[in-house]
């Protein structure tokens, strides 16, 4: 029953939010085609719920080529692949508001395990990989939370950019994914909902593990 009608809300509020962010869409859209590459949307293969994939949808903050240059699937803080206007609208999560259609088409939800690239994905343990998506992805999640930073860490790290994703932050973002399936229920949906808005706000907040004092334990 909490499938259904979290399907139910996911479908009347992305239909909402379509119409509602069209003043938003329609800036961004034109800044986007002015700038940059003129590259408008970034669909990329993502993995979701039972380890499908689907193209997932953004707005273009970073260079065409981007996933052969550089780090790869890794992003660092000031990476130079991003773009002056693509800066901006990761800073501002922007660039992730496109995915209300992923919502309404039923590839996502609007709170659920970050979907990875499979490149990603594989990183996983093969007990791991059976668990993290046995919930439908979404636009934010516990994993979102927490790892607001991702990128600092990344870029503060001693470690080399992918050893410091795989041996640092996989294994307590997939066990994060683990947690929320296990406290899977409205509420817990909602706080989720109110913890994103909460840090656009107040991003150096420890609110999180105060709501949810059950977490993992964060040990770096």
């Known amino acids: ?67 052969n240059m550089g780090d790869g699937d890794i992003t660092k803080r000031g990476d130079p692949r991003i773009t002056k206007v693509g800066k901006l609208l990761r800073q501002s999560k922007l660039n992730e508001l496109p995915q209300v259609f992923n919502i309404f088409l039923g590839d996502m939800s609007f709170v659920g395990p970050r979907p990875l690239m499979k490149v990603g994905f594989d990183r996983y343990s093969d007990e791991m990989k059976s668990k993290v998506y046995n919930a439908q992805p979404g636009l934010t999640g516990i994993g979102s939370i927490v790892f607001r930073d991702e990128e600092l860490i990344i870029t503060q790290s001693n470690l080399p950019p992918h050893e410091c994703y795989r041996d640092i932050i996989l294994p307590y973002k997939g066990a994060l994914e683990v947690w929320y399936k296990q406290h899977q229920n409205f509420f817990t949906d909602f706080m989720i909902l109110f913890l994103t808005a909460w840090y656009i706000v107040f991003p150096k907040s420890n609110m999180v593990y105060k709501v949810f004092p059950s977490l993992p334990k964060r040990s770096f």
């Open 1 to 67: 029953m909490y499938q259904i009608i979290k399907r139910f809300f996911d479908i009347v509020f992305s239909l909402v939010a379509i119409v509602l962010l069209l003043p938003v869409f329609i800036p961004v859209i034109l800044l986007l085609l002015l700038t940059g590459e003129h590259e408008v949307f970034y669909k990329q293969d993502r993995v979701g719920y039972k380890n499908r994939i689907f193209k997932i949808l953004k707005f273009a903050t970073m260079l065409k080529n981007s996933p």
